[in-house]
């Protein structure tokens, strides 16, 4: 029998106890043991029916020698940090759906892990049920991935498909989506674009095998998107959507950063709407590869909190590799890598048209839209410096 400690017991860690006690049965015939939460560390009582297997001292699950499996669901990184390093240190291989623990800890755990030959585990901190670092991880081997940008908070998805297809402001947007409990009374992690910036970097990280830092990628968010733009683009086929991304430079530097895109009606990045998530691979051998399903949510995030538990429990040793260590100095300038962009200055087109004589103009009425070719932001501000900018956009 596979014995559990459980820390935390809000929606994540609710979900566990649900998934595992509904797949028992299925868990026994995929791993040939029974897989059962012994204990469940808690800050004061719930009326549900396992109260007995309740803790209050985090020591009384790491000194437990039955328990070889922790499932940290508390979020943040204190504690959690502190509990998750202390069981690794125990022999305890961990589970986490924690981005933010993983996106600033992951290089010093997963050491620890590969120390003891047990496993530290995260599938659910990126993209809740969907298996994109499964993927990534065991499904692309023969491949080379040239670039990865995803759609990574559905918090920022409902705001903007709410704008496109509503045309609702980004503040009615918002106060909805906390209506709904999509996001928080301070919503800033979502809509500034913080986690989203975390979860991008732990994808870099797996693909790229260098941890990269979130205080060391570009990030910004959705408060200035403009309802006039979504408008604009949404009558040529694009929309606006908050992307993480990620690609090898030239000089073998990584391009990371998070920030809003206009992305056009192809693939599942201009498909995927409402609070579903999304990621796009560009491989060498297998060309485009897509992941779409359900970012967050109790039982679509314990899902795979309990895949990483069965990964755990019929393990050989250390299933993750570790990352080289954090080197700032391999982050590129995102100043200076070329991409397209969405222009909206309220110049005529003629203008426009002598500075930029390649770009796509999409909208003259009131204000002249744009799309360059690929320039840097460097290049692209000094080409700005006589225009009246009302809007700039990333294009991909």
């Not at 920022?156 to 045309?167: F, Q, R, V």
């Not at 959705?222 to 009558?235: A, F, P, S, T």
């Not at 992307?243 to 995927?272: C, S, W």
């Not at 250390?318 to 070329?338: F, G, L, R």
Request: one cysteine or more; a negative charge; glycine letters at 8%.
């Amino acid at each position: 029998m596979v014995k559990i400690g459980l820390l935390g017991h809000g929606v994540v860690g609710t979900g566990v106890v649900e998934v595992l006690k509904n797949k028992a049965e299925q868990l026994v015939e995929l791993t040939g043991e029974k897989i059962e939460v012994k204990s469940v560390l808690v800050r004061h009582d719930y009326d549900v029916d396992y109260k007995e297997k309740f803790v209050y001292d985090f020591d009384e699950i790491l000194n437990d020698d039955e328990i070889s499996i922790v499932v940290e669901a508390i979020g943040g990184t204190d504690p959690a940090y502190r509990y998750v390093k202390s069981a690794l240190e125990k022999g305890k291989s961990v589970v986490t759906s924690n981005k933010e623990l993983v996106a600033k800890h992951g290089y010093e755990l997963m050491n620890i892990a590969d120390e003891k030959n047990i496993n530290f585990m995260f599938e659910a901190a990126v993209g809740g049920a969907i298996p994109v670092i499964h993927g990534v991880r065991n499904c692309l081997k023969a491949n080379k991935v040239n670039s990865i940008a995803g759609i990574l908070n559905g918090t920022t998805n409902y705001i903007l498909t709410k704008m496109i297809d509503e045309k609702q402001s980004f503040d009615i947007a918002l106060k909805a989506a906390q209506e709904l409990g999509y996001a928080e009374a301070d919503p800033s992690a979502d809509v500034d674009g913080i986690d989203t910036c975390r979860k991008i970097c732990i994808l870099a990280d797996i693909i790229y095998g260098n941890h990269i830092l979130p205080e060391d990628v570009h990030t910004e968010g959705i408060r200035n998107v403009r309802i006039e733009d979504v408008d604009i683009l949404k009558l040529v086929g694009g929309a606006v959507k908050l992307l993480g991304v990620a690609k090898r430079t030239e000089d073998d530097k990584l391009f990371i950063m998070t920030a809003p895109h206009v992305v056009f009606n192809q693939g599942i990045l201009y498909a995927a709407n409402d609070v579903f998530n999304a990621a796009q691979l560009e491989t060498d051998n297998a060309g485009l590869m897509s992941f779409y399903g359900r970012g967050a949510g109790s039982l679509p995030t314990a899902s795979a909190v309990v895949n990483d538990i069965v990964e755990c429990v019929c393990a050989d040793g250390t299933i993750y590799p570790s990352w080289a260590d954090e080197n700032a100095k391999m982050v590129a300038d995102y100043k200076t890598v070329p991409y397209q962009f969405y222009v909206n200055v309220s110049d005529d087109a003629e203008k426009v048209e002598e500075i930029f004589p390649t770009a796509e103009i999409i909208h003259v009425k009131g204000c002249t839209a744009f799309i360059t070719e690929k320039i840097s932001e460097n290049e692209l501000g000094e080409k700005l410096s006589g225009f009246t900018v009302n809007s700039v956009l990333r294009a991909l």
